[in-house]
């Protein structure tokens, strides 16, 4: 996603504990698992810009879907969901060097999103993860292909938030800590 932007990057995985705190809400679980992720990077990239996003999948029910593994629990959550609402809560967190010090600059959010799935039956849900293989995206679908099929509306300011990197406000983000994608 970072490519469509020209932004040059390299990409690297923080080691954190990904686990959810007793009786922490959705939202405050995923703005922290996104800060840990960018602040778990800048002992071995000091001097960059660092971008880390992490997203979760939560029904109407405050059920949080994780990522299925396999195409049994990709089939049995998209069953869960068909007819109905679910919210994806995608954080973004840009932390920017500011001086010789270490001195860091954050800039948090979270971008919600909405997919609205259509009453699908057992035959078409298999047939699509039997086709598109969803089995490491929250929520068993991916938007970008096939799993647009799925859905009778979506609502968000920024679909690429649904795909889990927002870019709208990752291109604000940038432009106010004076790397403005477009120059």
């Known amino acids: 996603m970072l490519q469509q932007l020209g932004i040059e990057f390299s990409q690297a995985a923080p080691d954190i504990n990904e686990a959810r705190l007793?009786?922490?809400s959705p939202e405050n679980m995923v703005a922290r698992l996104t800060e840990q992720k960018a602040w778990a990077l800048t002992?071995?990239?000091?001097?960059?810009?660092?971008?880390?996003?992490?997203?979760?999948?939560?029904?109407?029910?405050?059920?949080i879907l994780g990522k299925p593994k396999t195409e049994a629990n990709a089939i049995n959550q998209l069953l869960s969901v068909s007819g109905e609402k679910l919210s994806f809560l995608t954080g973004l967190c840009v932390l920017t060097p500011l001086d010789e010090a270490g001195?860091?600059?954050q800039q948090s959010t979270i971008e919600p999103f909405q997919v609205y799935f259509r009453n699908l039956s057992r035959k078409q849900i298999s047939n699509y993860v039997k086709r598109e293989q969803p089995l490491?995206?929250?929520?068993?679908?991916?938007v970008e292909g096939m799993g647009i099929s799925l859905f009778e509306k979506l609502e968000g300011d920024d679909p690429n938030a649904l795909v889990g990197l927002p870019l709208i406000k990752l291109c604000s983000f940038l432009e106010i800590a004076g790397l403005p994608v477009l120059g």
Do not use: M, V
């Open 103 to 105: 001195e860091w600059k």
């Open 43 to 63: 002992a071995k990239y000091p001097n960059h810009t660092i971008i880390a996003s992490d997203q979760i999948a939560l029904t109407q029910r405050g059920e």
């Open 136 to 142: 490491d995206c929250a929520g068993s679908f991916k």
């Open 22 to 24: 007793d009786n922490e």
